[in-house]
């Protein structure tokens, strides 16, 4: 058999390790590969309808080739793709988004919300002269090492002590990090407090994965964040016009010193951007090069017109007065549903979220942190992920979040709910 004619499993087991491009972890007999997507479906190389909650792991917000976004980009298209400089439809963009987000005064694009995170990080410590950045257990700030840090630690390691995920990372990160417990603010103040001269700053996830924040947590690490003069990080690469136009930063009513943007922001595009105060943003000015407060940024395709189109397209669709009231209703209606079917199987699991996401954790516990999940049936999780796919639902087997899309409709919850049914029954 040639490479042609071979299944596209198997070619794509050929040239990716585990036959995908990452994360994914289908079991060899699994791998799928998409050939094409429209509003909340997608169609696998074999022709099989799938119904998609993935989502592009929510970078696809507006749905799979919405024609709004399709028209954008095609426009752009006969006039360029790339000048790695600012242009016309990213300078559009970047002024929306200093109007719509109050906590931007300046900021630049990349490429991805990994970038975005990581300049970020970069900047914290520039502007305050202090090497430590406090992250939360569990959560995901993107590829960097930072960003993959104490992400799936066993637990058998005491916090603040950071936890390499990742082979490579941890000679990184001893020293420069600290490990908090998410929702826990004494437990947090104690980790900043007692280092505080070294804290550049907290960095976290408003929305931990799917993990709601309690009340007064984020309120107060913005206080505990001015008290000791470090800067409050938020990473809204998954919340970030999801949540609200203004993201977790307008939900919850807490503003960052920095933030990160990525996923939806795009449309479906690849982009990331970065923003804060202009004090701070300015360590990124190229005049300062040679000073020892100076912080390099640059990207090759951050901010490039293609994506900026699709991105002011989206933003359009975001800024229409029904959308975040859809997306909430959709995800009450998706957790609900859930919750229904795993009382009526009469299944310990917590249904976790906010706005249009879900997840389902098999445990007893309530869940406000990563420790609450540590004791959950992944192995239930795995294969009801596995059930579903196999019941034509697009998900990743690893049991993380389940997106909506503005595509989406109650039709498409009830839908995942049945099948969510039969995959539990098997499970």
Not at 288 to 313: H, I, K
């Amino acid at each position: 058999m040639t490479q042609a004619t071979a299944r596209p499993s198997a070619r794509a087991l050929a040239v990716h390790p585990a036959g995908s491009n990452g994360e994914f972890d289908f079991p060899a007999e699994r791998v799928v590969v998409l050939a094409r997507g429209t509003g909340s479906r997608v169609w696998d190389a074999t022709g099989r309808e799938l119904l998609d909650f993935s989502m592009g792991w929510g970078s696809v917000l507006p749905g799979h080739a919405h024609p709004a976004v399709v028209r954008a980009v095609a426009e752009q298209l006969p006039s360029g793709t790339n000048f790695a400089c600012v242009s016309e439809r990213s300078l559009a963009l970047a002024e929306t988004l200093q109007r719509l987000l109050p906590w931007c005064e300046r900021l630049r694009f990349c490429a991805s919300g990994s970038e975005a995170t990581m300049y970020c990080v970069r900047l914290a410590r520039a502007h305050t002269g202090r090497p430590v950045v406090v992250k939360f257990e569990g959560a995901y700030h993107g590829s960097s090492d930072v960003g993959v840090t104490s992400l799936f630690p066993d637990g058998s390691v005491d916090l603040p002590r950071p936890v390499a995920t990742s082979a490579g990372v941890q000679e990184a990160v001893e020293g420069t990090v600290l490990v908090a417990p998410f929702n826990d603010l004494d437990a947090t103040s104690r980790i900043v407090e007692r280092d505080a001269a070294r804290i550049a700053a907290v960095l976290v996830e408003p929305l931990q994965r799917c993990i709601p924040p309690v009340p007064g947590f984020l309120e107060g690490l913005r206080a505990l964040t001015r008290r000791v003069g470090a800067l409050l990080v938020f990473d809204e690469v998954v919340t970030g016009f999801r949540l609200a136009l203004g993201g977790a930063a307008e939900r919850y009513g807490v503003a960052p010193d920095l933030v990160a943007y990525g996923k939806a922001l795009g449309g479906g595009l690849p982009i990331g951007a970065f923003g804060g105060s202009g004090e701070v943003m300015d360590h990124l000015r190229e005049d300062r090069l040679g000073r020892p407060d100076y912080v390099w940024s640059a990207s090759t395709l951050g901010g490039n017109p293609v994506s900026a189109a699709a991105a002011l397209a989206a933003l359009d669709l975001y800024q229409d007065p029904a959308t975040y009231a859809h997306l909430d209703h959709l995800g009450v209606v998706l957790r609900a549903q859930l919750r229904s079917v795993l009382h009526s199987r009469r299944v310990d699991a917590q249904v976790i979220g906010d706005g249009p996401l879900a997840q389902v954790v098999f445990t007893k516990e309530p869940v406000v942190g990563y420790r609450s999940m540590l004791h959950a049936d992944r192995a239930r999780s795995r294969r009801t992920m596995l059930g579903l796919l196999d019941r034509g639902v697009f998900v990743n087997p690893m049991g993380t979040k389940l997106y909506l899309s503005l595509a989406h409709d109650d039709a498409s919850c009830v839908a995942l709910a049945e099948r969510f049914d039969a995959a539990l029954f098997d499970a």
